[in-house]
């Protein structure tokens, strides 16, 4: 079995997607008889673990709390088998550099189209310039890469738009269905006040790419008595308050949410509201799922294939703010029969599902 040396820019105990659906194909290789260690950029309050590898890192000044990672090749790393990457940026530069040093392939995992940030640190012609340097970058970077993992198609279709030649193979990120289950959500009702009735919302990262703000005026034009609920946090949570004030929604917004708490989040929930248009697969759409909570999702980018329309939820077209109103209606009014449904493909959106096909990826390099 392989020896795997996996360098990304987020791994810290942060709910962030990417950092739980390595830490669980980690511990799932291992499980098989392999070893993955992970390089990822240090943080003051976080002590690595076995097989975790800290670089020094620096503040991201346009996301509090994000470290970014100075390239940096960890001695104990140096005898992998195969290099893969979770970030194209500083410490994905050091696995591309390892890869080519030691001589092994070199995997890219695409987890997030870096363009669509431009409008964090610019706007106007400059936000296009950059954007236009991080498309040249990605093809950069993914074309040295031996093979490209995407966890979706839509995923794979944008990189074959934008002129990415290496191999791109489809691997879903997985859920980890031991832990992302349903359960009772009444003691987390208890916990953070929330009323009896009808729960709709979003944890996530509040981030002004993901159109959360979308969100207020289809709330405010279906016809329900739910109440609004919201988990997490990041840079558009101020607007979002906002708007939900001037709608006059009792929106309640919960601020960052313990891991622990979120199958109690999800179960809680009558509907699980996604709008974002940039996602690369939509992980959180899938823990919801798991949990037997539908998915009300944005018909764009990767959430078109991730919710299943009738399924594990419905689609409403971006940007209409009735068509997301009335799918809000629908998934309330269908609410037993696709959380049911939802509950039939757990297996299928497994992480051992996914560690499957990864697997199969490493084999043929």
Same mark, same amino acid.
């Given at each position: ?56 890192? &620096? #503040?991201?000044?346009?996301?509090? =709390? +994000?470290?970014?990672? *100075?390239?940096?090749? /960890?001695?104990?790393?140096?005898? !992998? @088998? ?117 729960? &709709? #919302?979003?944890?996530?990262?509040? =981030? +002004?790419?993901?159109? *959360?703000?979308?969100? /207020?005026?289809?709330?405010?034009? !279906? @016809? ?142």
């Amino acid at each position: 079995m392989q020896t795997v040396a996996a360098f990304t820019d987020t791994y810290l105990p942060t709910v962030n997607g990417v950092t739980y659906t390595l830490e669980s194909w980690r511990d799932r290789w291992r499980d098989r008889g392999g070893r993955m260690d992970v390089v990822f950029p240090g943080a003051p309050d976080y002590e690595p673990g076995e097989g975790e590898y800290a670089t020094r890192s &620096v #503040g991201f000044p346009f996301y509090d =709390g +994000f470290r970014f990672g *100075l390239p940096g090749v /960890p001695d104990e790393v140096r005898d !992998a @088998d195969l290099v893969h990457a979770h970030t194209p940026f500083a410490l994905g530069l050091s696995g591309l550099y390892l890869a080519l040093r030691i001589d092994v392939p070199l995997v890219a995992s695409y987890h997030t189209p870096t363009s669509e940030y431009a409008d964090y640190i610019a706007n106007g012609r400059t936000a296009t310039a950059i954007e236009g340097v991080a498309r040249q970058y990605e093809r950069w970077y993914l074309n040295h890469a031996r093979v490209v993992v995407v966890p979706s198609e839509p995923a794979r279709e944008h990189l074959r738009g934008i002129g990415i030649d290496a191999p791109v193979s489809v691997v879903p990120n997985g859920v980890d269905t031991e832990f992302f289950g349903p359960v009772d959500g009444g003691d987390f009702r208890e916990r953070y006040d929330l009323p009896d009735g009808p729960l &709709v #919302g979003y944890t996530g990262r509040h =981030g +002004f790419e993901k159109d *959360l703000d979308e969100i /207020p005026a289809a709330f405010d034009a !279906a @016809d329900t008595d739910a109440t609004l609920v919201f988990g997490g946090d990041g840079p558009a949570r101020g607007a979002l308050e906002r708007m939900t004030a001037e709608y006059g929604i009792d929106a309640r917004f919960l601020g960052f949410l313990p891991r622990e708490d979120l199958p109690a989040f999800y179960s809680a929930l009558d509907a699980f509201l996604f709008p974002s248009p940039v996602e690369t697969q939509g992980l959180v759409a899938l823990e919801a799922n798991a949990c037997g909570t539908p998915v009300v999702g944005v018909n764009d980018g990767a959430l078109a294939d991730t919710v299943v329309d009738g399924v594990t939820g419905y689609h409403f077209a971006r940007g209409d703010t009735t068509d997301f109103a009335d799918a809000i209606e629908r998934t309330l009014a269908g609410r037993p029969t696709l959380s049911e449904r939802c509950l039939d493909r757990r297996e299928r959106m497994s992480v051992e599902h996914a560690v499957d096909r990864l697997a199969h990826v490493y084999d043929g390099l």
